[in-house]
Every structure is written in C-alpha cells, then in structure tokens.
C-alpha cells in the first residue's frame, strides 16, 4: 500500500484568504484524488489531478476556486481560494494502488482539517 | 444517476453485539465495492470486493457482495468500543476511475 502525507493537518483560515493543502505519496501513482467531507456528510470528489496535464473536476467543482497542481507523480496540491465558513470541511487526498490488472484499491491521506471563521 | 446508499445511518449496539452494515448501489459498469472505516479524518481501507459470493473476512469483520442484487453487507461479530466509527461503502466504476461513495453508518458501540 502507498504511504500518504498531507500538510497542513489542520489549519483555521479568515474568509476571503486563500489556503494551499500538500499530497505527498511515497511511491509513483498515476492517480490522485481530492476529495471533500463536509461536517456529517460522506467523501464528495472535487476532482482527478493527473500528471502532466490539467486536473478533471466533477460537476460543482470549478478550477479558479479549486486550483490543483500536479508536478511529479508523486506530489500534488489543492487550493481552497477566496474561502468562506462553506469551505470548512475535512479535504483528502487519495491514490489509486494497481492490484492486479483491471483492479485497483484506494487509499486515503490522513486529512486536512479547514475552519474558515 | 449513480448512487451508493448505506443502511442504517447510524446504530447504538453494545458490547458483543452482531451487526449488519448495508450498501446498496446503482453504477452502471461497475468495477468493484470498498468498504472503508473512518474514526477522525482519513478513512482506512477495509475489504474489497469484485466477485459474488465470495466472503471477505478479517478478524471479526467480514462482508460479501452480491452483483445480481446490487449490494453487500460488512458484518461486525463480538462488537468492542473499538469498533465504533463511521462505515463507509464506495463503488468503482471501470474506466472512469471514480469512487462513489455512500453516506456512510455511524456505528457506536457502548461498552
């Protein structure tokens, strides 16, 4: 399985500012995610960060608000822009580990926990 | 649509109690089911499963699939407090690599 990192852990932001989470994987993947878990609720995908070329958000995600880089294929980035308390959710970052042919498992970083007050 | 629904939402138990977890789903191509355990942030990988019939078992933990009727139960045997947590069921779909996931059941147990 990959190991993941992510930075910050937890950070509380002003409203209208602006916050950067890191993904750091400790093996090369093709595949990273970021997702989004609002308080009570279950892991809503943002978008697929591909290596090399520009990210694929999911229908309510747009990329001025959600910018993400994807330099190597082993780190990825997600901005959280102009935030408001709406923002505040857990944001993940996950990657797909190859099984086998046609099958693969999914892993989670460890999260970054956001308060915008 | 595709869509991924958990039953129950939440569930009380105690302590040595059998509990059934429930994921149904509606995803066309479908892949594989994950099931996945979430106590404070990140969710940990539990079982997969892409094969009817089969039963996946772990400890006290065990979950099976059935593709004809679209769904799978994660069972939890001898509950402990340990075992309380957020359930999480999440679908893949084949060549769009996606996870679909449920809301989730809020599972406490009392000691």
């Known amino acids: 399985s990959a190991v993941i990192s992510q930075k910050p852990s937890r950070d509380i932001c002003q409203r209208g500012t602006s916050l950067t989470i890191q993904c750091q994987v400790d093996?090369?993947?093709?595949?990273m995610f970021w997702y989004r878990q609002q308080p009570g609720q279950s892991l809503t995908l943002i978008a697929t960060?591909?290596?090399?070329?520009?990210?694929?958000?999911e229908s309510g995600f747009v990329i001025d608000k959600f910018p993400i880089s994807r330099p190597n294929l082993t780190f990825s980035t997600l901005t959280v822009s102009n935030m408001s308390p709406e923002d505040s959710s857990i944001y993940l970052c996950?990657?797909?580990?190859?099984?086998?042919?046609?099958?693969?498992?999914?892993?989670f970083g460890p999260g970054t926990r956001l308060t915008v007050l | 649509e595709d869509k991924v629904v958990q039953s129950p939402l939440s569930l009380v138990v105690h302590e040595g109690d059998t509990v059934t977890l429930n994921c149904s789903y509606e995803?066309?191509?479908?892949?594989?089911l994950l099931w996945y355990k979430q106590e404070k942030k990140a969710p940990t990988f539990l079982f997969m499963l892409?094969?009817?019939?089969i039963e996946k078992k772990s400890g006290r933990l065990s979950s099976i699939l059935d593709k004809k009727e679209l769904f799978s139960i994660l069972n939890i045997t001898a509950t402990q407090t340990g075992d309380s947590a957020v359930y999480l069921c999440?679908?893949?779909?084949?060549?769009?690599?996606?996870?679909?996931f449920g809301s989730g059941t809020k599972l406490n147990v009392k000691p």
């Open positions: 996950s990657v797909e580990h190859w099984v086998r042919e046609g099958l693969n498992e999914q892993f």
């Open positions: 093996s090369q993947v093709t595949m």
């Open positions: 960060a591909n290596q090399g070329s520009e990210a694929t958000y």
């Open positions: 995803v066309t191509n479908f892949r594989s």
């Open positions: 892409t094969s009817s019939g």
């Open positions: 999440a679908v893949e779909r084949y060549n769009f690599n996606k996870f679909y």
